[in-house]
């Protein structure tokens, strides 16, 4: 195996360049009039590691896939600076030499890691040097990398949105509406491969041909909402719970939720009716879907399982860029580290991706302080009516099925706080956007494992406080935008009864909560 990148080297470098090691959780804070949230949790990050008891087999697809989400994307077939698959023996978080090929003429990042670094490769979205290639003496503190290092990469012209701040969170941009009034919902990508330098094959691709989309007349007209990245830990894990887990759990809760005001329902799948589990509104199947989907949606890059690409420009493709271009490798020898016999190198892209996350380990908590412990008390068990009501959507545990052929991933318990069902959640966070039975309201509760070490809540990234986005819960019925909006609105959120709740708690509890969830 050429990749001699081990997993403690990606583990140290993403949390010692990714700039975002802060203070520790202490218990002790500042004067203050309330509860504070204390703050992205510093130390160890607690994650990227693959999971327990993983054979050797899966742990050497393990990390080819996680080196494979590290690799910078060049634009076509003859342009990468090395060989794709070959390692470029750089930090991963600190690439400037192209090693794999593909990029599309319209994309939002250039590599898998740069929107899931925080707090290690494989999380959400977090800040990285923007200017790699200079000297570490020269080196800017780190940022939002789609500020300046994306769109400018190997001289790219591109104009940053004004969504994306320096310091703010990694965003992908859907428009509410098509121009004919119907419904759009889909990913317009933010950059274009203008002015790159490093692509003979694009003369052509000019400004003139291919333009970025008029977001600031979108953002006028109120047509534009946000995603921002999730975290990749235990997925696997999630992947592996049954239907009649997810299912069982809810109706087991059933008196704790209707005390809570609070039902929740599946999105599931159009074809077989199974339970739809990944993404903000529970909208992708599995990881391999989630996979496919992102390579081609966030990166351009066509695939097997997305083979048509979402800008076809012949002049921004270029004719040396075959569409699909990431495929099972058949290649007779490994000279292109596309190998057909060579075991570790036959699976394409984006299937060692979602092997990466298959056998991606979920976050892991740290020691709780007696504040903490006193506020997982208060979050709730789930299983009674304990607590405030927060368990009633951020399911404590679920049980992966026992028939798994991976041992790593049979019988589990899953920590993952959360139902992974969709709720309503009033026209606060309604986004207007409808995803397979998930309406323009309704979000799935989010797997709270590792929000200690996440920097941006919600879809959209609005609040990096803790304390604001559980404040955000809440709301009344109705629209709060027009642009999509259903005729008589949406109903109140679901949370309204839980978030009462916790305001209606002393300072201390408040902050207790608080004091919980930054140890997970």
């Known amino acids: 195996m050429k990749n001699k990148l081990t997993l403690a080297i990606l583990l140290s470098a993403c949390l010692c360049m990714s700039g975002l090691a802060l203070a520790g959780q202490s218990g002790n804070y500042p004067a203050r009039s309330g509860p504070q949230d204390p703050g992205v949790r510093g130390g160890a990050p607690g994650a990227g590691d693959p999971l327990p008891n993983i054979q050797i087999n ?98 790219q012209t591109n104009v940053t949105p004004s969504f994306i701040k320096q310091y703010g969170p990694i965003r992908e941009a859907r428009f509410i509406l098509k121009p004919d009034g119907t419904p759009d919902g889909g990913v317009h990508q933010l950059f274009t491969v203008v002015g790159r330098t490093d692509d003979p094959t694009i003369p052509g691709c000019t400004i003139d041909v291919l333009k ?49 005001g ?70 007779t020898d490994d000279s292109e580290n596309d190998g057909f ?5 036959i699976l394409p892209d984006w299937m060692e991706f979602s092997l990466f996350m298959r056998f991606l380990d979920a976050p892991q908590p740290v020691a709780l302080t007696a504040s903490a412990q006193r506020g997982k008390e208060l979050f709730g068990t789930g299983a009674d009516n304990l607590g405030i009501g927060c368990a009633a959507c951020h399911t404590p545990q679920m049980q992966t099925a026992t028939s798994i052929k991976s041992a790593a991933l049979s019988g589990i318990t899953a920590n993952l706080y959360s139902d992974l069902l969709t709720h309503h959640m009033g026209k606060n966070l309604a986004d207007n956007i409808t995803q ?72 201390n509890d408040q902050q207790a909560i608080l004091d919980f969830l930054r140890s997970l």
């Open 212 to 260: 970025q989309p008029d977001f600031e007349t979108q953002l006028k007209n109120k047509n534009v909402i946000f995603r921002i990245p999730l975290q990749l830990f235990g997925l696997g894990l999630i992947d592996s719970i049954q239907d009649i887990e997810i299912l069982a759990r809810h109706d087991a809760t059933a008196a704790y939720r209707a005390a809570n």
């Open 436 to 507: 397979g039975a998930a309406k323009g309201d309704m979000f799935r509760s989010q797997p709270l494992w590792g929000v200690g070490q996440r920097k941006f809540f919600l879809h959209d990234g609005r609040t990096d406080d803790l304390l604001v986005a559980i404040q955000e819960h809440a709301s009344s019925a109705g629209c709060t935008e027009n642009v999509g909006c259903p005729k008589g609105g949406y109903p109140p959120s679901e949370a309204n009864q839980v978030v009462n709740r916790f305001n209606s708690l002393k300072k």
């Open 341 to 345: 016999n060579n075991p570790l190198h």
């Open 58 to 155: 899966e742990l050497g697809l393990f990390r080819e896939g996680q080196f494979r989400a590290t690799e910078l994307e060049s634009t076509c077939e003859g342009c990468a600076q090395l060989i794709p698959g070959t390692p470029n023996g750089q930090d991963p978080l600190l690439n400037t030499i192209t090693n794999s090929a593909g990029l599309g003429a319209r994309f939002n990042g250039d590599q898998c890691t740069i929107c899931h670094s925080q707090p290690a490769l494989g999380g959400s979205g977090g800040f990285l040097v923007p200017n790699p290639q200079d000297p570490v003496a020269q080196h800017r503190p780190p940022e939002n990398p789609m500020f300046d290092l994306i769109p400018h990469r190997k001289g």
């Open 262 to 331: 609070i039902t929740g329902m599946p999105n599931t799948s159009g074809n077989d009716g199974t339970i739809t589990r990944f993404g903000w509104k529970a909208q992708n199947k599995s990881l391999t879907i989630f996979s496919g989907e992102a390579y081609n949606v966030e990166m351009g890059v066509t695939n097997e399982l997305f083979p048509q690409a979402t800008e076809e420009n012949p002049l921004c493709n270029g004719p040396q860029k075959p569409h699909p271009n990431d495929i099972t490798r058949t290649d």
